[in-house]
């Protein structure tokens, strides 16, 4: 009768442990075919069997054993690699995002320089549009007064060529001078018949710019008033006031321009043109200048400033 081997499952140990209970089980077979009833020899090629047998499995254990080492020892090194790329890539991403505060920081200062920017231009444009507003106003007003001084001189010709009156450029402005004679008589300040003419074709020659302002200075020599002119005047001064307010008062109320353009300066002897020491320079310096400019001149004050509206219905001889 053929000895029964016992087979025995094992769960639950490791690798070598389970080697080891191949040997006990070896040990176990051995024993029991000791104790059944088989020749000698047959027993010992039986127990030489088993150990081969024994021995094979045992081998080949180990050797799995050593080959799943070998692999958990490459998973291992393959972890550390994985471990040692994660802590680069760990590193990279912190100086990506240095850098990428460092840039975005630089974004925002460049955003706010080109906004700045922006604004800069902007207001360029805006001033270089002022400025060619105010350039082509400039050009509007001094071909408007180089109309009006040609006006003027061309209706006062013969009185400019008699040297009785000039006609002067000056910075935005046009001076007309009539020396006193040819408006006053001596020692008079009421106009008489020549000057109403000669500042009637002067109203006419204005007429057509009623945004143009105008302003008569009155100027004297040196020369103390006679006593006759005492009794109206306490000086030359009020003598110049009063010249000019007469000048004044005939271009509002005879020649029809309007008074919102019209103003008076006195000055008396205090802005000489020429050497009082001489008849023919106190001549000089007794005189009227009658000066026109444009309402938005620096030298126009707010309350002289024209209506153009009220201007134009005055100067056509309303009102």
């Not at 140990?13 to 000698?40: D, E, G, H, N, T």
């Not at 106009?191 to 007429?207: I, T």
Request: charge should be positive.
């Amino acid at each position: 009768m053929a000895p029964h081997i016992p087979v025995v499952v094992l769960f639950g140990f490791q690798a070598k442990a389970r080697v080891r209970w191949w040997v006990y089980l070896a040990c176990i077979s051995a024993f029991l075919l000791s104790a059944a009833c088989v020749p000698q020899g047959e027993y010992l090629r039986l127990e030489a069997e088993c150990e081969s047998q024994v021995k094979r499995e045992a081998a080949r254990r180990l050797k799995v054993i050593d080959e799943k080492e070998r692999d958990i020892a490459g998973l291992r090194d393959k972890i550390q690699e994985l471990r040692t790329e994660c802590e680069q890539c760990r590193q990279e991403i912190e100086t990506y995002r240095s850098k990428t505060k460092r840039d975005n920081k630089t974004v925002r200062e460049l955003e706010k320089t080109n906004k700045q920017l922006v604004e800069r231009l902007k207001k360029l444009h805006q001033d270089i549009e002022k400025r060619q507003s105010i350039i082509t106003l400039q050009s509007k007003v001094i071909r408007t007064l180089d109309d009006t001084k040609k006006t003027i001189e061309t209706s006062l010709r013969k009185e400019i060529e008699a040297q009785g009156i000039q006609v002067e450029d000056m910075e935005g402005r046009i001076k007309v001078r009539f020396v006193d004679r040819i408006l006053f008589d001596s020692g008079k300040a009421d106009l008489n018949p020549q000057g109403r003419r000669l500042l009637k074709r002067f109203a006419d020659s204005v007429r057509v710019e009623p945004t143009q302002l105008i302003q008569v200075r009155g100027y004297t020599d040196n020369t103390p008033i006679g006593p006759v002119l005492k009794q109206r005047f306490a000086s030359n001064w009020e003598l110049s006031a009063a010249r000019a307010l007469a000048v004044v008062h005939f271009l509002q109320k005879e020649a029809h321009l309007s008074p919102t353009r019209l103003s008076a300066c006195a000055l008396g002897p205090y802005r000489p043109i020429a050497d009082n020491a001489t008849e023919k320079g106190r001549r000089l310096n007794r005189r009227i200048e009658i000066i026109i400019y444009p309402e938005d001149s620096p030298f126009a004050l707010p309350e002289t400033k024209a209506s153009p509206q009220r201007s134009s219905a005055l100067d056509n001889g309303a009102g």
